[in-house]
């Protein structure tokens, strides 16, 4: 744990942030600031069990994920007053309104698109739901370790690194099978329309935002899952830094009086 | 940690704080310049209309729908009359819908629609209608908008003081205004006096299923019984009927009938008369009549044979019916709000004649009898009127009421809309309507709740409101904005057929609730198929039935091939979209019905009877996508004494 006093003792440098100057109406600080400050200030005062609670609570916000969507694609046109929609799970596909599916998958045959997966017609979708199950338990174990003092908060940013690597593999995958999708289609489509170069247009949608797509506007934005995760996920890198800051509090009290004397 | 859970709190409040803000503010700036007759009945592209407005469509026999205060038809929904845009009528589904004693009947003379009760307010789940011709009341559901029971009513002739609702939606109120023999028997016809009766029919209401059963009829002298409605209120209970012809005249009735100075008001005690029947009173009479039951979930009408009614002698329950003198063949009987007064229109006179149902029941208390007609006491004029309304006007024929103590009530002879004060009398204002005004209409304004915003004037004669269309044309309508102290004109508008009367109601009352789509998981219509993996064709005899899907855009099967000349191919299709406002149509060359209009989860029947030797497209007539040209197929007729095998296909 060596490695990691060294910023932390950096931190405490005479005239930093949380000196004195805190107590001083008249410093000139915005009162956001102060307000920052006193969080700071306190969350400093707490100890690591407090960041292993945190660290233990934060992964279960990902079983959100096994309730609520993760994304959601939604296609809307003139005469489509209420948009269909595709709610991304991490166990499958569902529309947002009952026959959304169905509604997609039927105008997606006008230009040739497979229909959309069922849940055992993709890996994803039975690989992702144990992935974050895992990934929930690990969280959780790690949280535990470290409440009675078997881990160091180090670990809580490995978790956090180790969930960034796989949100991010796993939107890689989601990007592929999304160009796969809306480029690999069938020879034999009814209508089969070109990009003004001649090339065959893709009806990919967007990984995040929005599209025009012929005549529809294709909207791509994460949903209550995937906000859930965030949180979940912040929640730990707080954790990391909470128990980050629980490590300096002691070297702080060796230099007490440096400080009072400053 | 408590801290962050204020920060994060105050951010959330903070957004919700600007949402509401920026929401009120849109809001704030709507309305400032509200002010020409153009604004006010303008609505403008993609926003909607305040109020539904159901009109009758008289002699269309169907029911049409607008929006208020726009005046758009949204839709007519066939009620008593065959409808070949939907099929309605001409389908092997709804054929039965159409049946009565005098077997089918295509058409009917549709006149007063009324939307269902609780606690004397709208409730948005029926609208009912009459058939004036061959009497029938019909229910609507104002979840699909669609005619879902027909009752005919036996011992009733000319169905026209009907069909109004009481306050719970205990009962449909159904009137006859011709009185007939009872039982119907060959007898001259100059016999009618005192032979001839007025049955009034009690046609209970189940709460949950809405469906429709005659409890009872009284059978009352032989007058005509013109126009209805319930008590309210303090006078929930009573139900009103304005006659005429209380001479009994037989011809010439429109001198004839017109010689008494005053006809009567019948207020009958229905609770008292239904506690007497519960009782075991009254008479089980033979009789014939149909009831026509749709189910959504078969997607069929059913039509059953009823055998017995059972009637009542207003003689056998005395102290339950009563006659109120009003003057000069009054033609509409409206009860206000409160339930307190019940207005006679005399149709030839130029007052109109308010009751007192207070003074009525201290004058029944009283016994203040002024004679008897056929049993049933008459009242004192004197004592059972509450004030008169000198019009100034001609020919008064309807009342409605907004919520504030108002009534308006039309002027057929005079062509105007007159505004007057319950209780002082006074005429407020009065407006000329285009032309000869017949009945008018206030969103709730046959309820304890009015939403007093506009009045729909229903005219008679339509003359140059439009561009000319020949001797024949639409009849018109009038919006009047009555938010004000003074009514003010605010828009034309064209209806269909001949409305006689009109009920609205908020949009919001029904909007959210329509359907868009049947489900087809629901569908249990024994020729509808789940998948179009289950289309196909069975032979049974002559009788050939095919299993059709419809999806965009094709059928299954499209081609089917040993069809005979005399066989009775019935196509039953079923939609397999479950997409909003996604039909498919369906047609044949030479088919001798109409076209059938499928909606998504729907399935529908049509009867096709190949005549000649051939191979015979069909095809989708609701343009249903961009490939909707391609949406056709081919039945092969061969020879009556072909050996050609029954077969199928799509895409072989």
Same mark, same amino acid.
């Given at each position: 744990?060596?490695?990691?006093?060294?910023?932390?003792?950096?931190?405490?440098?005479?005239?930093?942030?949380?000196?004195?100057?805190?107590?001083?109406?008249?410093?000139?600080?915005? $009162?956001?600031?102060?307000?920052?400050?006193?969080?700071?200030?306190?969350?400093?005062?707490?100890?690591?069990?407090?960041?292993?609670?945190?660290?233990?609570?934060?992964?279960?916000?990902?079983?959100?994920?096994?309730?609520?969507?993760?994304?959601?694609?939604?296609?809307?046109?003139?005469?489509?007053?209420?948009?269909?929609?595709?709610?991304?799970?991490?166990?499958?596909?569902?529309?947002?309104?009952?026959?959304?599916?169905?509604?997609?998958?039927?105008?997606?045959?006008?230009?040739?698109?497979?229909?959309?997966?069922?849940?055992?017609?993709?890996?994803?979708?039975?690989?992702?739901?144990?992935?974050?199950?895992?990934?929930?338990?690990?969280?959780?174990?790690?949280?535990?370790?470290?409440?009675?003092?078997?881990?160091?908060?180090?670990?809580?940013?490995?978790?956090?690194?180790?969930?960034?690597?796989?949100?991010?593999?796993?939107?890689?995958?989601?990007?592929?099978?999304?160009?796969?999708?809306?480029?690999?289609?069938?020879?034999?489509?009814?209508?089969?329309?070109?990009?003004?170069?001649?090339?065959?247009?893709?009806?990919?949608?967007? =990984?995040?935002?929005?599209?025009?797509?012929?005549?529809?506007?294709?909207?791509?934005?994460?949903?209550?899952?995937?906000?859930?995760?965030?949180?979940?996920?912040? =929640?730990?890198?707080?954790?990391?830094?909470?128990?980050?800051?629980? $490590?300096?509090?002691?070297?702080?009290?060796?230099?007490?009086?440096?400080?009072?004397?400053? | 940690?408590?801290?962050?859970?204020?920060?994060?709190?105050?951010?959330?409040?903070?957004?919700?704080?600007?949402?509401?803000?920026?929401?009120?503010?849109?809001?704030?700036?709507?309305?400032?310049?509200?002010?020409?007759?153009?604004?006010?009945?303008?609505?403008?592209?993609?926003?909607?209309?305040?109020?539904?407005?159901?009109?009758?469509?008289?002699?269309?026999?169907?029911?049409?729908?607008?929006? /208020?205060?726009?005046?758009?038809?949204?839709?007519?929904?066939?009620?008593?009359?065959?409808?070949?845009?939907?099929?309605?009528?001409?389908?092997?589904?709804?054929?039965?819908?159409?049946?009565?004693?005098?077997?089918?009947?295509?058409?009917?003379?549709?006149?007063?629609?009324?939307?269902?009760?609780?606690?004397?307010?709208?409730?948005?789940?029926?609208?009912?209608?009459? @058939?004036?011709?061959?009497?029938?009341? !019909?229910?609507?559901?104002?979840?699909?908008?669609?005619?879902?029971?027909?009752?005919?009513?036996?011992?009733?002739?000319?169905?026209?003081?009907?069909?109004?609702?009481?306050?719970?939606?205990?009962?449909?109120?159904?009137?006859?205004?011709?009185?007939?023999?009872?039982?119907?028997?060959?007898?001259?016809?100059?016999?009618?006096?005192?032979?001839?009766?007025?049955?009034?029919?009690?046609?209970?209401?189940?709460?949950?299923?809405?469906?429709?059963?005659?409890?009872?009829?009284?059978?009352?002298? @032989?007058?005509?019984?013109?126009?209805?409605?319930?008590?309210?209120?303090?006078?929930? @209970?009573?139900?009103?009927?304005?006659?005429?012809?209380?001479?009994?005249?037989?011809?010439?009735?429109?001198?004839?009938?017109?010689?008494?100075?005053?006809?009567?008001?019948?207020?009958?005690?229905?609770?008292?008369?239904?506690?007497?029947?519960?009782?075991?009173?009254?008479?089980?009479?033979?009789?014939?009549?149909?009831?026509?039951?749709?189910?959504?979930?078969?997607?069929?009408?059913?039509?059953?044979?009823?055998?017995?009614?059972?009637?009542?002698?207003?003689?056998?329950?005395?102290?339950?019916?009563?006659?109120?003198?009003?003057?000069?063949?009054?033609?509409?009987?409206?009860?206000?709000?409160?339930?307190?007064?019940?207005?006679?229109?005399?149709?030839?006179?130029?007052?109109?004649?308010?009751?007192?149902?207070?003074?009525?029941?201290?004058?029944?208390?009283?016994?203040?009898?002024?004679?008897?007609?056929?049993?049933?006491?008459?009242?004192?004029?004197?004592?059972?009127?509450?004030?008169?309304?000198?019009?100034?006007?001609?020919?008064?024929? &309807?009342?409605?009421?907004?919520?504030?103590?108002?009534?308006?009530?039309?002027?057929?002879?005079?062509?105007?809309?007159?505004?007057?004060?319950?209780?002082?009398?006074?005429?407020?204002?009065?407006?000329?309507?285009?032309?000869?005004?017949?009945?008018?209409?206030?969103?709730?304004?046959?309820?304890?709740?009015?939403?007093?915003?506009?009045?729909?004037?229903?005219?008679?004669?339509?003359?140059?409101?439009?561009?000319?269309?020949?001797?024949?044309?639409?009849?018109?309508?009038?919006?009047?904005?009555?938010?004000?102290?003074?009514?003010?004109?605010?828009?034309?508008?064209?209806?269909?057929?001949?409305?006689?009367?009109?009920?609205?109601?908020? !949009?919001?009352?029904?909007?959210?609730?329509?359907?868009?789509?049947?489900?087809?998981?629901?569908?249990?219509?024994?020729?509808?198929?789940?998948?179009?993996?289950?289309?196909?064709?069975?032979?049974?005899?002559?009788?050939? &039935?095919?299993?059709?899907?419809?999806?965009?855009?094709?059928?299954?099967?499209?081609?089917?091939?040993?069809?005979?000349?005399?066989?009775?191919?019935?196509?039953?299709?079923?939609?397999?979209?479950?997409?909003?406002?996604?039909?498919?149509?369906?047609?044949?060359?030479?088919?001798?019905?109409?076209?059938?209009?499928?909606?998504?989860?729907?399935?529908?029947?049509?009867?096709?009877?190949?005549?000649?030797?051939?191979?015979?497209?069909?095809?989708?007539?609701?343009?249903?996508? !961009?490939?909707?040209?391609?949406?056709?197929?081919?039945?092969?007729?061969?020879? !009556?004494?072909?050996?050609?095998? /029954?077969?199928?296909?799509?895409?072989?």
């Amino acid at each position: 744990m060596c490695g990691y006093r060294q910023p932390i003792q950096i931190l405490n440098y005479p005239g930093h942030w949380e000196n004195n100057n805190l107590y001083n109406k008249h410093a000139g600080r915005s $009162r956001p600031t102060r307000f920052l400050q006193k969080i700071g200030r306190n969350t400093r005062l707490r100890d690591m069990k407090k960041a292993s609670f945190l660290m233990g609570i934060g992964p279960l916000f990902l079983l959100g994920l096994f309730v609520f969507p993760l994304w959601n694609i939604e296609l809307g046109a003139p005469q489509y007053p209420e948009p269909l929609g595709l709610n991304i799970h991490i166990d499958g596909l569902q529309g947002q309104s009952e026959f959304d599916i169905q509604n997609i998958d039927g105008l997606n045959h006008y230009i040739g698109m497979k229909t959309l997966p069922k849940p055992e017609d993709m890996w994803e979708f039975s690989v992702f739901p144990i992935v974050i199950g895992s990934m929930v338990a690990l969280g959780v174990l790690i949280g535990l370790l470290g409440y009675f003092n078997k881990l160091g908060y180090g670990w809580f940013f490995g978790w956090f690194v180790l969930m960034s690597i796989l949100g991010v593999l796993g939107m890689y995958d989601f990007n592929a099978w999304m160009v796969d999708y809306g480029t690999n289609l069938d020879p034999k489509a009814i209508m089969k329309l070109q990009n003004p170069d001649g090339t065959p247009m893709s009806y990919k949608p967007p =990984l995040l935002g929005h599209q025009k797509m012929l005549n529809f506007d294709a909207y791509s934005y994460p949903r209550l899952g995937a906000y859930l995760m965030f949180v979940g996920m912040v =929640l730990t890198v707080l954790a990391g830094y909470v128990g980050m800051r629980s $490590r300096s509090k002691k070297v702080q009290s060796m230099t007490k009086g440096k400080l009072a004397t400053n | 940690m408590k801290k962050i859970y204020y920060v994060i709190g105050g951010l959330l409040a903070a957004t919700l704080l600007y949402i509401g803000c920026n929401q009120a503010a849109g809001t704030n700036t709507n309305g400032a310049l509200a002010s020409s007759a153009a604004e006010k009945v303008y609505v403008a592209p993609g926003e909607q209309d305040e109020f539904y407005a159901f009109l009758s469509g008289g002699y269309s026999g169907n029911l049409t729908v607008y929006g /208020l205060p726009s005046g758009r038809m949204f839709k007519e929904i066939p009620v008593f009359s065959q409808f070949p845009t939907s099929g309605y009528g001409y389908s092997e589904e709804t054929k039965p819908m159409l049946n009565t004693s005098f077997g089918f009947v295509p058409w009917d003379d549709s006149h007063h629609p009324d939307i269902s009760q609780t606690n004397g307010e709208l409730d948005g789940r029926w609208i009912f209608i009459n @058939g004036n011709n061959t009497p029938r009341i !019909a229910r609507i559901s104002l979840e699909t908008f669609e005619t879902e029971e027909i009752i005919e009513i036996p011992n009733s002739a000319g169905n026209h003081s009907s069909s109004f609702i009481t306050e719970n939606t205990e009962y449909v109120i159904a009137g006859t205004r011709f009185s007939v023999p009872v039982p119907q028997r060959d007898m001259p016809i100059n016999e009618y006096k005192g032979n001839f009766k007025g049955a009034l029919s009690f046609i209970s209401v189940a709460p949950e299923t809405g469906r429709l059963d005659i409890k009872f009829q009284v059978l009352m002298p @032989g007058f005509n019984y013109d126009l209805s409605h319930p008590g309210r209120g303090k006078s929930h @209970g009573w139900h009103f009927f304005s006659t005429y012809n209380t001479e009994e005249a037989n011809s010439l009735m429109e001198v004839n009938s017109s010689q008494n100075d005053k006809d009567f008001i019948a207020a009958i005690n229905w609770k008292k008369i239904e506690e007497y029947v519960d009782n075991g009173g009254g008479t089980k009479m033979p009789a014939n009549y149909a009831h026509n039951v749709y189910s959504h979930e078969t997607h069929t009408g059913t039509s059953t044979m009823k055998k017995e009614v059972l009637t009542v002698d207003p003689n056998e329950v005395p102290g339950a019916i009563y006659f109120l003198p009003t003057p000069k063949s009054p033609h509409g009987c409206d009860v206000d709000p409160s339930g307190e007064y019940i207005i006679g229109s005399g149709k030839l006179s130029a007052d109109l004649t308010v009751h007192s149902f207070t003074k009525m029941l201290a004058a029944i208390e009283a016994e203040k009898f002024d004679g008897e007609a056929y049993g049933i006491p008459i009242l004192s004029f004197d004592d059972v009127m509450a004030g008169i309304v000198k019009s100034g006007g001609l020919g008064p024929l &309807h009342t409605e009421f907004d919520a504030s103590g108002n009534a308006y009530t039309t002027f057929f002879i005079s062509s105007e809309v007159v505004k007057w004060r319950l209780g002082t009398w006074d005429v407020v204002d009065r407006k000329p309507t285009f032309y000869s005004v017949g009945h008018l209409m206030i969103p709730g304004g046959n309820s304890r709740k009015p939403f007093g915003k506009y009045v729909v004037a229903m005219n008679k004669i339509t003359k140059d409101r439009y561009l000319p269309t020949g001797p024949e044309m639409e009849h018109s309508a009038q919006i009047y904005d009555i938010s004000g102290e003074k009514m003010e004109l605010i828009y034309d508008f064209p209806t269909h057929g001949e409305p006689h009367y009109a009920a609205g109601c908020p !949009a919001e009352l029904l909007a959210p609730k329509s359907k868009k789509i049947y489900r087809l998981d629901e569908n249990k219509h024994p020729y509808g198929i789940n998948n179009p993996s289950e289309a196909r064709v069975e032979r049974n005899g002559n009788e050939v &039935h095919i299993y059709m899907s419809t999806i965009r855009s094709h059928f299954t099967p499209d081609n089917i091939e040993g069809v005979k000349v005399g066989d009775k191919v019935y196509f039953h299709i079923t939609n397999h979209e479950q997409d909003f406002d996604v039909p498919h149509g369906f047609s044949i060359i030479g088919q001798n019905t109409s076209e059938l209009l499928v909606m998504p989860g729907q399935t529908k029947t049509s009867i096709w009877e190949p005549k000649q030797v051939g191979v015979w497209p069909f095809y989708c007539t609701d343009f249903c996508s !961009a490939l909707h040209q391609e949406m056709q197929g081919y039945v092969r007729v061969s020879p !009556a004494n072909s050996n050609i095998e /029954l077969s199928w296909s799509l895409g072989e």
